[in-house]
């Protein structure tokens, strides 16, 4: 009597066969996955483990916050990485930073002392370059044909562009004696170029048109 066996079981008992010979071909002469990784770390050379107990680590102190200090998430403002960070600057809505930090120290007072003589209704023809001075007149003359005879009491200086060699700087020109960076007020674009042996200005223009 033949018996006959369905091709796929036949099939499933090679496979068996084959794999097993492969997974046990090898342990016979003592080779085997973990006795090779056991191997490898043994010849490996490994470092130091840096900071081991940077997780589960207590941090009772807070730099710059005495250390009998209870200390909690509410003293982190106080911490010398806080205040010690980044200068925080001021914004005008809608306009620009007050963030003059990228802005030679020259170049600044140049600008400072140039619009406080504006203020003053002072001279104004030093703090400018030679070749610019029709740049002023007409600054002036749109000044004084959009404001009349609007005092400027106080200014605000703004965040410049550097270019190589010039400042494009913002500035605004406040009507109100309070402090608020929103009130009444006209605002200029001025030019500032770095010379071979001082900052003259270049260009100043009015940059709104309140009044028209």
């Not at 710059?64 to 809505?93: H, M, Q």
Request: charged share 25%; glycine share 8%.
């Amino acid at each position: 009597m033949n018996l006959k066996v369905p091709a796929t079981i036949f099939v499933s008992f090679l496979l068996f066969f084959s794999c097993a010979s492969h997974t046990g071909g090898d342990s016979s002469s003592g080779i085997t996955l973990k006795s090779t990784a056991a191997k490898l770390d043994a010849s490996t050379n490994w470092t130091a483990t840096i900071e081991e107990d940077l997780l589960s680590r207590t941090y009772r102190e807070i730099n710059g916050i005495s250390g009998i200090i209870d200390v909690s998430i509410d003293f982190l403002p106080a911490a010398k990485p806080f205040y010690e960070g980044k200068k925080i600057f001021p914004r005008i809505t809608e306009a620009y930073s007050l963030d003059t930090d990228s802005m030679p120290e020259k170049c600044y007072s140049l600008l400072d002392n140039f619009l406080k003589a504006f203020e003053k209704g002072e001279g104004l023809e030093t703090y400018v370059e030679g070749g610019s001075v029709y740049s002023l007149v007409m600054f002036k003359y749109d000044f004084d044909r959009l404001y009349g005879n609007s005092k400027v009491l106080w200014h605000a200086i703004g965040e410049p562009f550097c270019g190589e060699g010039f400042f494009q700087c913002p500035v605004r020109l406040f009507f109100e004696s309070e402090k608020n960076y929103d009130g009444e007020h006209a605002d200029a674009m001025i030019f500032v170029r770095d010379g071979e042996s001082e900052f003259k200005i270049v260009s100043v223009d009015l940059i709104n048109s309140a009044g028209e």
